[in-house]
């Protein structure tokens, strides 16, 4: 109820249809905001709880929610910078931005993960006398509630921006919970057991401080790296392209991403080889233009001419496709052709073939496998496979 107020008032239309990169970066911004006044407020309890009671693991909590204002500040700017259109120096705009201040706080959450291991650490071989009473222990408890509704309100933008970032912070709020209630309980056995469990609470928070700052770590340089696009996209893609006039197939799609709403998508479009250069023109590019008015992508598509009405290619195209589909059904052909010796007799199927990487078979064997199953058609077909491996 909170959030979407907060939302509702501080970004509007974040709840429409479709969010605008304006809308995107506003929510991001004030969910950097509503983080950093949370954590600042946590700062401020728990430096005084751990000052009073002497407690490392305290200590170490209090400096992990510094840490948690501090990559809001570093979420703010990352926003803020990823929203600058494109210019000179970056023509594709600033998008990754936004992963690169992804990199900057999970380098930050290990950091002080390590830092805090070597103090608890230091404080098992050199126990500190701790002081406090039960009410410390009912306003540390208390500030999980915060951290708590936090991690609802991350989680809820994450899902509404698809920001890795944000997503990251929600995580790193979860395990604050979980941290936080860890050292809650051994204050709670300490002060009625007289056992000394600070060291052993302090390891174990920095230790889930490293876990989760090396996973937000592994998800950021991957995005950096260049993952496979959203499956969800590739098919509102090949959905609006095949649903343009005179486009009969699609392949071949490589997505680049230059943040959550920037693309640069090329693709190769099956068309009739029947027209002239113009007409294939205009269909390219009325497809570019529809996928463009519908998604966040800029798509350049290149023609690949497909013989409709030749019977001969029909039938031996047709003829290679069940051969392919019952050797495996993730194959797909295409830019098939026909070669033929100098009495015009077919010898040779040309073709691209796409499979799937890592395929248990080397190019040779599944090359010789196929030609083998298609001999009952013709004694010696050779073929010519260019093999492709899939970029989505």
Not at 221 to 240: C, M, Y
Not at 283 to 302: D, Q, S
Not at 311 to 318: C, F, K, L, N
Not at 347 to 372: D, G, K, Q, R, V
């Amino acid at each position: 109820m909170l959030t979407r107020l907060i939302l509702k008032y501080a970004v509007p239309g974040i709840y429409g249809k479709s969010l605008s990169r304006e809308v995107r970066t506003r929510c991001g911004i004030v969910s950097g905001v509503v983080g950093i006044a949370c954590n600042i407020l946590l700062v401020i309890v728990k430096i005084t709880l751990a000052i009073l009671s002497g407690s490392i693991a305290v200590a170490a909590d209090a400096i992990n929610n510094l840490s948690d204002a501090g990559s809001g500040v570093i979420t703010i700017a990352g926003f803020r910078i990823s929203s600058r259109p494109p210019d000179a120096e970056h023509p594709f705009g600033h998008g990754r931005t936004e992963y690169v201040a992804g990199l900057v706080v999970s380098l930050l959450i290990v950091g002080l993960g390590i830092t805090f291991l070597k103090d608890a650490v230091c404080s098992l071989i050199t126990p500190r006398k701790l002081n406090y009473n039960l009410i410390t222990i009912i306003f540390f408890f208390a500030t999980t509630l915060v951290k708590c509704w936090l991690f609802f309100f991350y989680r809820h933008v994450a899902k509404l921006i698809n920001s890795s970032v944000i997503r990251a912070a929600a995580i790193d709020s979860l395990s604050d919970c979980a941290g936080t209630l860890l050292v809650t309980s051994a204050l709670v056995i300490s002060r009625y057991t007289g056992i000394h469990l600070d060291g052993y609470a302090g390891i174990i928070v920095s230790l889930m401080i490293l876990w989760g700052g090396v996973n937000v770590l592994k998800e950021t340089v991957s995005k950096l790296l260049g993952e496979p696009p959203d499956a969800t996209l590739v098919e509102d893609i090949k959905r609006i392209i095949l649903s343009s006039p005179g486009i009969d197939g699609v392949h071949d799609i490589m997505i680049h991403n230059y943040g959550e709403s920037s693309y640069y998508v090329t693709a190769h479009a099956e068309i009739s080889s029947d027209g002239d250069r113009f007409s294939a023109h205009d269909i390219l590019e009325n497809a570019e233009i529809e996928v463009g008015k519908h998604l966040p992508v800029h798509l350049l598509l290149h023609g690949d001419p497909y013989n409709k009405t030749n019977p001969e290619v029909i039938g031996w195209r047709s003829k290679m496709e069940n051969v392919v589909s019952m050797f495996d059904g993730e194959f797909k052909l295409y830019d098939f052709r026909l070669l033929r010796d100098s009495d015009g007799k077919v010898t040779a199927l040309s073709f691209h073939m796409l499979i799937p990487h890592n395929y248990i078979l080397s190019e040779a064997e599944i090359t010789s496998a196929l030609e083998s199953r298609m001999s009952v058609y013709q004694s010696g077909l050779k073929l010519e496979i260019k093999f492709v491996q899939s970029y989505v």
